[in-house]
């Protein structure tokens, strides 16, 4: 037996609960894998790659065998929970073994933060999906993520994640959000179990569509699961009325000039936070008319992403213009969805009046060359 199996030997012989490989191997299908005690007897292995999870079950007398198979073989770390304890351990490059021990439930176990490494903590994950997502179609009855979901699923959560970077610390207790194109609103429940659950505030959602059967669908598992801060309207997001003005408005691939709209709305209440996902982007596709640079429109694809880019960036300039700092960041890998930029905004106390005449130059230096006039520039500076 060589140290590392000693250890994995000596590691086993204790009433782990749940283990968690992770930094995989080159050749490896999967990223990363969980070990569960799924009863006194058994336990279960998840193996996730980046779309998919798979699941075998095995008898306890089994986990020694099974854990050496995948450290460090196909993990170079692993974290072993006990009731007491987190045992770390890491395989180097170099051949050696590193590992440490925390009490469970201390701040670093609960940051799953190794001393000499750092896991990812993900807020919202499989084991902690609010249970509405089961009859929304993106959990199995026992609590796995459907296949086909799976995108969406990585997409919410990641949603989630940038909007927790913002406003875990901001102290307000209530906050009003508007989801623009909720769609069956995976998002919006998500976001609504983060903030009543997670952070623990009270938080009241509205969701608007179009499509009245989904509308209709998200309003009555709000009532069955008591989410009485929900409420979910259909109508064009362009009339709608809020009742209180919104802290936050979010829209995750709302339709083409949807989110032009949404933004322009958000800044007319004067909401604080924005996080837009554009979706299609079709608009500029059907302006371009470039003056000097007409080898962009000769390729279809270039010319289709070349709008696209330009569309966000107007959008992000004239949310600057409008008083907010705004960034564009990619909030999901490729892989999970083409549409993957994510405009992030929060209102600033002061504009800068000469950052606001350039931004319009700017704005002005883009039609000029392309013919590009965009929905969102028409609704906030044709007042
Ligand atoms: C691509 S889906 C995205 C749904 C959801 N946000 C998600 O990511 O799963 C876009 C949604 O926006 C809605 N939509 C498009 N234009 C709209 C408008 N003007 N007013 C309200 N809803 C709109 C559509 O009905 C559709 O459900």
Request: proline share 3%.
């Amino acid at each position: 037996m060589n140290e590392t199996e000693k250890y994995v030997s000596e590691i086993c012989a204790l009433d782990v609960k749940k283990a968690v490989f992770s930094l995989a191997a080159k050749d490896s299908d999967y990223k990363k894998a969980t070990v569960r005690k799924i009863s006194e007897n058994a336990f279960q292995i998840e193996r996730f790659t980046s779309k998919q999870a798979f699941h075998e079950n095995f008898p306890a007398e089994m986990l020694e065998e099974k854990v050496n198979s995948l450290f460090p073989k196909e993990f170079s770390q692993a974290e072993f929970f006990t009731g007491e304890y987190v045992y770390g351990a890491k395989y180097t490059k170099k051949g050696a073994l590193l590992h440490n021990r925390r009490k469970n439930g201390s701040p670093a176990a609960k940051n799953g933060e190794l001393t000499h490494n750092r896991v990812k903590k993900h807020i919202i994950d499989v084991e902690n999906m609010p249970p509405v997502f089961k009859e929304l179609g993106i959990m199995t009855g026992d609590g796995k993520i459907i296949n086909s979901k799976y995108d969406k699923f990585k997409q919410i959560c990641r949603f989630t994640e940038l909007i927790n970077d913002e406003v875990a610390k901001d102290p307000k207790e209530t906050f009003n959000i508007i989801d623009f194109g909720c769609g069956k609103s995976y998002l919006s429940f998500v976001i609504y179990y983060y903030f009543s659950e997670i952070l623990g505030k009270k938080v009241n959602i509205t969701g608007l569509d179009l499509k009245k059967d989904v509308i209709d669908n998200c309003s009555a598992l709000a009532e069955k699961y008591g989410y009485n801060g929900m409420n979910f309207v259909c109508c064009d997001i362009k009339d709608y009325t809020a009742k209180e003005k919104p802290d936050m408005v979010i829209a995750l691939h709302a339709c083409d000039t949807a989110t032009d709209i949404a933004i322009a709305r958000a800044i007319d209440w004067g909401a604080e936070y924005i996080f837009a996902a554009p979706c299609c982007q079709k608009e500029a596709r059907k302006m371009i008319k470039p003056k000097n640079f007409g080898i962009i429109t000769d390729y279809g694809i270039i010319n289709e992403r070349f709008c696209a880019m330009i569309t966000d960036t107007l959008r992000a300039k004239l949310i600057e213009y409008s008083g907010y700092s705004c960034d564009i960041t990619e909030f999901i890998d490729m892989e999970h969805s083409p549409k993957n930029l994510l405009l992030r905004a929060k209102k600033k106390i002061s504009a800068d009046r000469y950052k606001k005449a350039k931004i319009l130059s700017q704005i002005q230096g883009i039609k000029d060359e392309f013919g590009i006039d965009i929905t969102l520039s028409k609704l906030l500076l044709n007042k």
